[in-house]
């Protein structure tokens, strides 16, 4: 039989985010993170995008597990909703294990899910043919980790998010040992994280970001508002430090930057220079606090804090309100697509008084490789073939002018897009066909049932919109019983607008009328439509803009009772309700084992199609998390 190996992008090629990337070899299927991305401008009202799954749900029973390389949300944010819809193992660090269960509990469907195991940078994972293994990489949340799937072909490696910094701590540090034994035994491809290339030289040290932290807290005598992503736990590191050194205490807003800071402290991944109750003041207590001795630690719902800031800035948080000589102190990273909605946000902190202060353009890509660190690893791995991955096609193809520089020739780099099958024959890999991968778009509960209609819909309703006719007839007697009542939201004020709205009144009237008198087979469709249609040209052609118009047609009976009541929106035709998702049953049980050089993957029920693995030799097995 010939082997087929295989690698297709889920997200994270031309986009920012969403990371996740699957590697077939035969009739197994492993998984690279399952992230999520923060909505564009034109994504109105969208929480978050993640990867669209119904390939791996129809191969679901080929799938060995989820492997995560760390704690931040473009690596494991989507992973809640993969798991509704399949049940497949997942694996990771401890620090970021811990991370995926608080979003992975969170959620109802998925709430009962226990099939974690926890690896490390010298655990192995034996699936027959296939091992996977790990390194240790060097990012802004510790216990980052590098993915090595071993196959008959040649080594996969994936980096996941990483940089070289040889003043980490301990936990934060590449091992550059273990990245020239894994160059050594030969790499096929290599997936690298290239989303901070565009900075020339090495990588700005975590020591000047540091310094450059503690520095701004000192040059403040006033309240500061620190914005940031709820799960960069070096951040929050950086923050208490500069806290304490400056005699101040910090307010933690935010569920999910609470969850992370109570998690990382639990797990001794954050040291606290006092002990906690002396540095961490609760809401409650915090008028109590002078402005010079305040630091708020903010972010927003899924760990985003811009928006926060926004709802800081309208004077819509309940509990902060911004005042002048405030410090709002911006340390997170927009990407290309959000930069707008940040200036906008910074513009309306300004305005209510507040300093604003953003982490400098050359310290923003501190937490991925640059270009020299780029080109330090391809010299480590040398490998066949070359996928940068995490950017749009701009970073990408900067990715492979850097590869081109150290000696990879441009045939052998691949820049994918999602739904890309890129195949190996055995001597060379290529591009073997491809398939639609759509973005799942996440709306509070609503799990992909926002598409293009609704999107357009909302955009419509912000810019011009609704203008609503309420009208009741009597289908017997082919009349009106009640005179159209006009009511309009975002388009036009009724009381100062009356001719516009007595005379889009009486087009309802005459519309339905005609209607009833003239159509032979009446139907609800048609008599909608043609008010929809006329009140539409009526209103662009007085005022140039086109609501959403909502005919709500109301029937009643011959006694005079009201039987029935019709509408209709004008752009989205008939309305779509939220897809609830269908709960899986969970499957049955089983043990694993774990350990520090080696995991024993779990052994599924009745899946006849997966191979079950075998303990790595020389492994010394314990329990799994």
């Known amino acids: 039989m010939t082997n087929k190996l295989s690698i297709i992008p889920f997200g994270g090629v031309r986009e920012n985010g969403k990371n996740m990337y699957a590697v077939t070899y035969n009739d197994e299927i492993f998984i690279f993170d399952a992230g999520l991305k923060y909505p564009e401008n034109e994504l109105l009202g969208i929480d978050v995008v993640i990867p669209d799954f119904q390939y791996l749900v129809d191969n679901a029973d080929k799938i060995a597990g989820v492997f995560l390389t760390h704690g931040h949300a473009d690596a494991i944010g989507a992973l809640p909703y993969l798991l509704a819809q399949i049940n497949v193992p997942v694996f990771g660090s401890e620090l970021t294990l811990a991370l995926a269960k608080l979003a992975v509990k969170a959620e109802e469907l998925t709430k009962e899910f226990d099939d974690f ?35 008959p072909e040649g080594q996969i490696v994936y980096t996941g998010d990483f940089k070289f910094d040889q003043t980490a701590k301990d936990s934060y540090r590449t091992d550059l040992t273990r990245l020239g034994e894994i160059g050594k035994n030969g790499v096929l491809a290599l997936l690298a994280d290239v989303a901070g290339v565009a900075s020339v030289g090495a990588s700005v040290n975590e020591s000047v970001i540091e310094d450059y932290i503690l520095d701004t807290f000192q040059n403040h005598t006033g309240r500061i508002i620190v914005a940031m992503v709820a799960s960069n736990v070096q951040r929050v590191q950086q923050i208490i430090n500069a806290t304490y050194a400056t005699g101040r205490k910090i307010v933690l807003s935010g569920n999910d930057l609470e969850k992370v800071v109570r998690t990382a402290l639990k797990l001794r991944m954050i040291e606290l220079p006092i002990p906690e109750n002396e540095l961490f003041v609760s809401f409650k207590n915090l008028r109590k606090l002078n402005p010079e001795e305040t630091v708020i ?76 660190d780029l080109q330090l690893m391809l010299n480590f791995m040398r490998p066949k073939v070359f996928l940068p991955v995490q950017g749009e096609y701009r970073v990408l193809n900067t990715g492979m002018q850097l590869a081109m520089e150290v000696g990879i020739p441009q045939d052998h780099i691949f820049i994918t897009q999602k739904g890309d099958q890129l195949q190996y024959d055995g001597e060379n890999m290529y591009l073997a066909g491809s398939f639609e991968v759509n973005n799942t778009m996440i709306d509070g509960s609503g799990i992909g049932d926002i598409g293009n209609i609704v999107l357009r819909d909302r955009k419509v309703l912000s810019e011009d919109g609704v203008f609503v006719a309420v009208v009741t007839i009597d289908r017997r007697r082919k009349k009106i019983v009640a005179k159209p009542k006009i009511t309009s939201r975002g388009f036009v004020y009724v009381k100062a607008s009356r001719d516009l709205i007595r005379d889009s009144s009486d087009i309802v009237e005459k519309t339905i009328l005609d209607n009833l008198a003239n159509v032979k087979d009446f139907d609800w469709t048609t008599l909608k439509t043609a008010v929809r249609d006329n009140l539409s040209h009526f209103l662009y052609e007085q005022t140039r803009r086109r609501p959403v118009i909502l005919p709500v047609i109301m029937e009643v009976n011959q006694n005079g009772g009201r039987l029935a009541r019709h509408n209709r929106t004008s752009k989205s035709g008939e309305g779509k309700t939220k897809a609830k998702a269908k709960k899986l049953p969970i499957n049955p049980k089983v043990e694993s084992k774990v350990s520090n050089t080696g995991i024993e993957k779990p052994k599924k029920a009745k899946k006849p199609r997966r191979r079950k693995p075998k303990p790595a030799q020389g492994t010394n097995e314990t329990s799994n998390n």
């Open 117 to 151: 195991h926890v690896v490390n940078e010298n655990s192995i994972i034996d699936f027959g043919d296939i091992k996977v293994s790990f390194f240790s990489t060097t990012h802004t949340i510790p216990q980052s980790l590098g993915i090595v799937l071993e196959t």
């Open 297 to 372: 630690l903010e972010t927003g719902r899924m760990g985003e804090p811009i928006k926060h800031l926004q709802r800081m800035a309208n004077g819509d948080d309940r509990h902060i309100k911004i005042a002048t000589g405030d410090l709002v102190f911006i340390t997170t990273t927009p990407s290309s697509a959000m930069e707008a909605y940040v200036a906008r946000t910074r513009d309306m902190l300004f305005k209510a008084g507040a300093n604003v202060k953003a982490i400098s353009q050359d310290l923003r890509s501190s937490g991925h490789a640059s270009g020299n």
